[in-house]
């Protein structure tokens, strides 16, 4: 009598159980989404200071902090957030029509797009508060109101009456600064690292990626170019505009690259298919 092997089938799961899964995801999502827009705005909204109330500046290094707020910046927080928000839509939207490698649906490019914010802003925002560096025009912020065409000169002597030391640090009181608007004095202790160039490099590092994953190799220096065209520049006006230094554009830069490329790596790595070949048959 011979015994012939049972045939062994892959289990399905259960309906419910996926339906498990898609609604813990979703409340995921917003879990998320909900901690980066307090950590971006809502302490503010609450009245948490995380920050110290006394600043150290040696008197050497004043000019390093004393450049003017200008009244206006070349990339505002509301033009950067919809350029963030607006472009993997519409790549992704161009990628489903265009590119018949593609295999990333709406749902799973949300998912895994919306994911590099939330984790930028966690690391950012916790240097931030744990560093509090004061921004290269935090010493007009504390004098000036924020909406002044800064003139004037920030002088040595002129810190002594908001310091506890004189010698060889201005040890300065933020409590003490003239300007009342406390959101912009506080706003001026969060210069590291730079938070536009971290969510740029983050959301477009991780674009590239997407973008590279179904492109011939011919052309994934020219996609690298384009894509990283914006970032360069949104980096590049946060020291122009005097709210960050060299460091902290530099240290935003590489975090965000590096959180861009680890969400894509991990979200989408069994998604989208790679082209090993310069073809153009998958376009």
Same mark, same amino acid.
């Given at each position: ?56 500046? @040696?008197? *050497? %290094? &004043?000019?390093?902090? #004393?450049? +003017? ?9 509301? !033009? ?87 010698? @060889?640090? *201005? %040890? &300065?009181?933020?409590? #003490?600064? +003239? ?9 001026? !202790? ?94």
């Amino acid at each position: 009598m011979v015994c012939l092997p049972k045939k062994t089938t892959k289990s399905r799961p259960r309906p419910r159980l996926k339906f498990q899964m898609s609604t813990l995801k979703i409340v995921y999502f917003v879990c998320i989404w909900l901690a980066m827009a307090f950590l971006e705005f809502g302490w503010q909204l609450f009245g948490i200071n995380p920050f110290p109330d006394t600043i150290s500046i @040696p008197f *050497a %290094d &004043i000019h390093n902090y #004393s450049y +003017p707020k200008l009244a206006t910046e070349m990339i505002p927080d509301w !033009l950067i957030w919809t350029i963030l928000i607006c472009t993997g839509p519409v790549i992704h939207i161009f990628l489903l029509g265009f590119a018949r490698s593609y295999r990333l649906s709406t749902a799973q490019f949300v998912m895994a797009y919306g994911t590099v914010p939330p984790i930028v802003c966690f690391i950012v925002t916790s240097l931030k508060f744990t560093v509090a560096e004061p921004r290269p025009n935090f010493l007009h912020r504390c004098f000036d109101g924020p909406e002044s065409s800064v003139q004037v000169t920030i002088k040595g002597h002129e810190l002594m009456n908001y310091s506890s030391s004189h010698y @060889p640090n *201005a %040890d &300065i009181l933020v409590s #003490s600064c +003239p300007n009342e608007n406390r959101n912009e004095v506080i706003g001026g !202790l969060m210069s590291f690292p730079s938070g536009h160039a971290a969510h740029s490099f983050g959301i477009f590092t991780f674009l590239f990626f997407l973008v590279a994953d179904v492109t011939p190799e011919l052309f994934r220096p020219m996609v690298f170019a384009l894509i990283y065209t914006f970032p360069a520049v949104c980096a590049g006006s946060r020291i122009r505009d005097h709210q960050h230094h060299l460091h902290d554009v530099v240290i935003g830069s590489i975090l965000g690259t590096i959180i861009g490329y680890y969400v894509h790596k991990n979200v989408t790595k069994e998604e989208v298919p790679k082209i090993k070949s310069s073809t153009l048959n998958d376009w």
